[in-house]
């Protein structure tokens, strides 16, 4: 009785929906089943830290790879997931961030002050990402893209400072003996960017359909096809 609720049409058109709304909540559960195994490790403020901020660098820069896997390789998919992947890379930065004033400074704006700033600065540095963030999640609707106009795909260029100040933050804490780690992100985000530079996002543009429009000239046309083809006639105007 259930087997007409999802139609298979539906589900090869959202198939990478469908991953993506139900994988963000993996790094969630897991955190949970170690919580309730009390398997945090040694420090428990310092696992849940790692996690969620690991995970919203990882979804951050998976939405920056939606337009450049379209230039790349004509991926539409991906374009359909960027916003909500987005939306959920504030979602965890948002619990990287109240993990940090909640569990490890328990609220206690003044010890932020004294202590948390001056021994980490890169806080602040994580900070104005997340209000990058804040503002591009909040302006993601479309009610907000008609109030907006232009000023709304010129707000949303922060998306891409945000993704420096990201890896920028997770660089600066990384202890010596991990800084591989964020340089292959930092790696990733810049051959991203470097796609969506307009000079080479035409060069790939137009190399991709140079090579449609030789593999179109390859293929043989039948008989039959050849007889539905319109022939073009002169006509008066």
């Not at 707000?155 to 780690?181: C, D, M, N, R, S």
């Not at 992100?185 to 080479?200: D, E, H, Q």
């Not at 996002?201 to 190399?207: E, K, L, P, T, Y």
Request: positive net charge; hydrophobic residues 50%; glycine residues 6%.
């Amino acid at each position: 009785m259930y087997k007409h609720l999802i139609k298979p049409s539906w589900l090869r058109e959202n198939w990478l929906r469908v991953i993506v709304h139900i994988g963000v909540w993996g790094p969630l559960l897991w955190l949970a089943w170690r919580t309730l195994n009390d398997d945090l490790g040694v420090d428990p403020v310092v696992t849940l830290n790692n996690v969620t901020g690991r995970t919203a660098m990882i979804l951050l820069l998976l939405c920056l790879s939606a337009t450049p896997l379209y230039i790349l390789f004509g991926f539409r998919q991906g374009l359909i997931v960027r916003r909500a992947l987005g939306l959920y890379a504030f979602m965890y930065a948002g619990l990287h961030f109240m993990n940090f004033i909640a569990l490890d400074y328990t609220f206690d704006l003044q010890f932020i002050l004294q202590d948390g700033i001056p021994e980490k600065p890169y806080i602040l540095v994580g900070l104005a990402a997340l209000l990058m963030l804040a503002a591009l999640a909040v302006t993601s609707t479309r009610g907000w893209m008609r109030r907006l106009k232009r000023n709304w795909t010129r707000l949303h260029w922060l998306i891409y400072p945000t993704g420096i100040l990201v890896l920028f933050h997770f660089l600066w804490q990384a202890k010596a003996a991990e800084k591989w780690e964020p340089l292959i992100y930092a790696a990733v985000l810049s051959l991203l960017l470097i796609v969506r530079l307009p000079p080479i996002r035409r060069a790939i543009v137009n190399f991709r359909n140079r090579n449609k429009r030789a593999v179109t000239k390859r293929v043989p046309v039948s008989l039959t096809e050849r007889a539905t083809v319109p022939i073009p006639t002169r006509t008066t105007e």
